[in-house]
């Protein structure tokens, strides 16, 4: 059947959690929108050694389209590797915006000012203080 696989390895852990974080655990395949999933190696597991724990090789499908395209990974491979190529692309965006703070309406970005000392909230701490013994 192919190389016998340890799922509960660390490696094999984190690697399904990352990817499963990337895609929101949710089936990757057009329009399908399912919430149980599995996690896919794009390229066969067993043929590609170096790609086992990589999470650009990997995409989350629900059963159904996991065994439709089980054996047959090089005829989705292109379409699999476009949808996690523009997942990518997004999170750059978003990250760059993030850590820039522009306004994504505006045409022309402008940096948010940060608030003035006195607007900021004061940090509230909820639990009585202590006396030094």
């Not at 999933?37 to 990589?54: E, G």
Request: hydrophobic share 25%; charged share 30%; with cysteine.
């Amino acid at each position: 059947m192919g190389v016998p696989r340890d799922y509960k390895t660390k490696q094999d852990c984190n690697f399904r959690i990352s990817v499963r974080t990337r895609d929101k655990k949710i089936c990757q395949w057009p329009q399908c929108g399912q919430k149980k999933v599995q996690v896919h190696h794009i390229f066969p597991y067993a043929k590609y050694p170096l790609l086992r724990y990589s999470i650009d090789h990997a995409i989350c499908l629900c059963k159904t389209h996991h065994k439709l395209v089980t054996g047959k990974e090089e005829q989705y491979a292109a379409m699999f590797l476009q949808i996690i190529a523009l997942k990518k692309k997004s999170l750059v965006t978003k990250e760059y915006d993030s850590k820039h703070k522009f306004h994504l309406s505006s045409t022309s970005p402008k940096p948010l000012k940060k608030p003035r000392i006195s607007e900021r909230k004061k940090p509230r701490c909820n639990r009585p203080l202590k006396d030094p013994e």
